[in-house]
């Protein structure tokens, strides 16, 4: 039997390497699939404690209650909080703002803080993205509580989230507000608009959260449009994976509690990436986040945009 050449053989292993080469990146290709989606997902502990370290093996991912795989998961780094103060509060809850400055200040080098006021249905800025904390804590000021302010925080919102480039890291919006919609009358149980800002901070995976807070016009002192008001709030921290804060219809005694819970809240989320296809139009798909893990439960949106396919 003739023995091989060097060199043929030299050549044989060449293309055997090639062709190794080509399989594993139509492999890669195949596994990467036609798109990707990344959610913010908050670990919750036991009575609202820091949650033990959650792993990619512990995280378990349904899509429209099929289990998907998890194509990553990595502890939040750097985060964008914009805080989305209603101009029509009441002007006392500006005693307050001590509680506000010690949060924001006390925030990582890695939260980048902006502070925008909402009238007339936009997002007025008054300091922009910054992690000099004292900066932004300086650009709080008293609600002007009347006037033009009484529009529609709704419409604030999607102001807010229209003019906010894309991005990777983790996006977070703390809005302060009654929640009442006096742009639409305030009349109805549920805002107009409320869909379509949870539908884009969805979209955009920005987490909403939402303190109750009076406003200084007389349909904030009524109790049913106060709580109609605040279930609005609730929803819409709900459904975009964050949390509201309220106590009763009634201004907070000291709003330093929900501020120490959402800095925990903070410092405990991870990106959350799977692979998947929206079709040729992109859609949205409801999506639920689970553990195994003792004690930890998840805050995360209860939908995500599957992009789409060209």
Known sequence: MMKKSSSSIRVVRMLGCLALAFGLFVANAVAAGPGTVTMTVTAVGKKDTSPPLVTKDDVQLYLNKERTQVADWKHGGKLYLAVLIDDSLDSGIANQWGDLKAFLTSQPDTTYISVCYARNGTAMLAQDFTNDHELAAKALRIPLGGGGAFSSPY??????????????????????????????????????????????????????????????????????????????????????????????????VTLKPYFDELSTHLSNQYLLTFKASGGTKGRFERVRIATELPYVEFLAASQAFLPAVK
């Not at 107009?192 to 109750?212: C, E, F, G, H, M």
């Not at 016009?217 to 279930?231: E, K, Y």
């Open 155 to 252: 419409l604030a919102l999607l102001d807010l989230m229209k003019r906010w480039p894309a991005s990777a890291d983790r996006r977070s919006i703390l809005l302060l507000s009654s929640g009442i919609d006096y742009f639409r009358g305030g009349f109805d149980f549920r805002s107009p608009d409320l869909d379509s800002v949870i539908s884009r901070a969805q979209k955009q995976n920005i987490n909403v959260w939402t303190i109750y807070a009076p406003d200084a016009g007389h349909r904030g002192r009524g109790f049913f449009i106060a709580n109609r008001a605040q279930s609005n709030l609730s929803e819409l921290s709900d459904e975009t994976g964050a949390e509201s804060f309220y106590l009763g219809t009634a201004a907070p």
